[in-house]
C-alpha cells in the first residue's frame, strides 16, 4: 500500500483536469463537445492507442491471460448486470450497458498510467480496447434494439487497435518522423477526454437521485467483483490485476449518454447515472489505489 499523499499526486491531475472542463462551463465559456468528441475518437485517442501498443513490449504470455481475463471479466460483469437489471425490472436499452460498459478511457488511461507508469498504461489500452469494441458493437445493438456488424469497421480506434497489436505482435515500428508525429497527436488524447468529461458532468443533469447513487454504486461493486473473479483465473502480474480492477470499477461513461440519446433510450437516466458514477468514483478511487498501488 502507498501513502495517501502518493495516492493524492496520482488522482489529483485526473480531477483537476476534469474540474477545469466544468469550470469553463460554468463560467459560461463556449466549449463546443460534438466537435472535441469526435476530434479525439476520430484522430487524438487511435494515434494514442496505436504509439503506445507499438512501443509496448510485447509479452505473448502475459498479454494474451490479460486480454482474456478482459474478456471474462466484462462477462461475468455482463451477466450480473443482466440478472440486476431483471431484477428490479429495469429498463435492458437504458441500464444494461451503462452497467457493463465503464469510463475505461477518459478516467481509466490516466489513472492507470499516473499510478503504474508505461507498464500499467499498456496494460490499461488492452483494456480499454476491449471495452471501446464491446460498446460500439454489442452496446449499439443492445441500446439501439439491432445494429449493423458494419458499424465496428466504421470505428477508427477499432483500426487503430487491431493495427496496434500486429505492430506490438511483430515488433515493427513505424519511420521516426511519423512515430513523433502520431505520438504529438495522442498527446492531446488525455487532457481532452478529461476536460470534455467535466464538460459533460457539468452540463448533464440527475433525474433520480437516490436511484442514481444506488445503481451507480452496484455497477462500480459489480465491476470490482468481476475483475478479482476473472484475474482468478490466470496468471497475471499484480500490476496487470490492478489495472483489470481499476479498469472494471470506472465510472459510467460519457458514451453511454450519446449512445442513449442517439438511439433513444432514457438518455436523462443515463445522465444522472453518469454524473453520480463519476462523484462516487472521486471519492472511493484514493481508497482503492491505495490497496492497489504497492
Known amino acids: ?23 469553463w462551463v460554468k463560467f459560461g465559456f463556449e466549449y463546443r463537445v460534438e466537435f472535441v468528441t469526435q476530434f479525439a475518437t476520430t484522430l487524438a485517442v487511435p494515434c494514442l492507442v496505436f504509439t503506445a501498443l507499438m512501443k509496448t513490449e510485447f509479452q505473448p504470455y502475459y498479454f494474451s491471460n490479460l486480454l482474456l481475463a478482459a474478456i471474462i471479466g466484462y462477462s461475468i460483469l455482463g451477466i450480473i448486470a443482466l ?8 429498463g435492458v436499452r437504458t441500464y444494461l450497458m451503462p452497467l457493463i460498459s465503464g ?33 460500439f458493437t454489442i452496446g449499439i445493438w443492445v441500446v439501439s434494439g439491432g445494429g449493423s456488424p458494419k458499424q465496428i469497421l466504421k470505428e477508427p480506434l477499432v483500426a487503430s487497435t487491431i493495427f496496434g ?44 437521485v437516490k436511484k442514481s447513487f444506488f445503481i451507480s454504486g452496484c455497477k462500480i461493486f459489480f465491476g470490482i467483483v468481476a475483475a478479482v473473479l476473472a484475474s482468478l483465473l490466470f496468471d497475471l502480474p499484480e500490476e496487470a490485476i490492478s489495472v483489470l480492477i481499476i479498469q472494471l470499477s470506472m465510472p459510467i461513461a460519457v458514451t453511454s449518454y450519446l449512445l442513449a440519446e442517439k438511439y433513444g433510450a432514457d438518455a436523462n437516466a443515463v445522465a444522472g447515472l453518469v454524473v453520480v458514477s463519476t462523484l462516487i468514483t472521486v471519492a472511493i478511487s484514493p481508497i482503492l489505489l491505495t490497496f492497489l498501488v504497492v
Open 83 to 90: 440478472i440486476f437489471v431483471k431484477i428490479f425490472n429495469l
Open 1 to 23: 500500500m502507498i501513502g495517501l499523499l502518493n495516492v493524492l499526486e496520482i488522482v489529483t491531475p485526473v480531477f483537476f483536469l476534469a474540474a477545469v472542463g466544468y469550470i
Open 165 to 208: 497489436l500486429i505492430f506490438m505482435w511483430q515488433g515493427w515500428e513505424t519511420p521516426t518522423f511519423l512515430t513523433n508525429s502520431l505520438e504529438l497527436i495522442g498527446q492531446m488524447a488525455i487532457p481532452l477526454m478529461l476536460i470534455t468529461l467535466g464538460v459533460a458532468v457539468a452540463r448533464l443533469k440527475i433525474s433520480d
Open 103 to 135: 469510463n475505461t478511457g477518459n478516467l481509466g488511461l490516466p489513472l492507470c498510467l499516473f499510478a503504474f507508469g508505461d507498464a500499467g498504461f499498456g496494460y490499461a489500452i488492452i483494456v480499454f480496447a476491449v471495452t471501446s469494441i464491446l460498446a
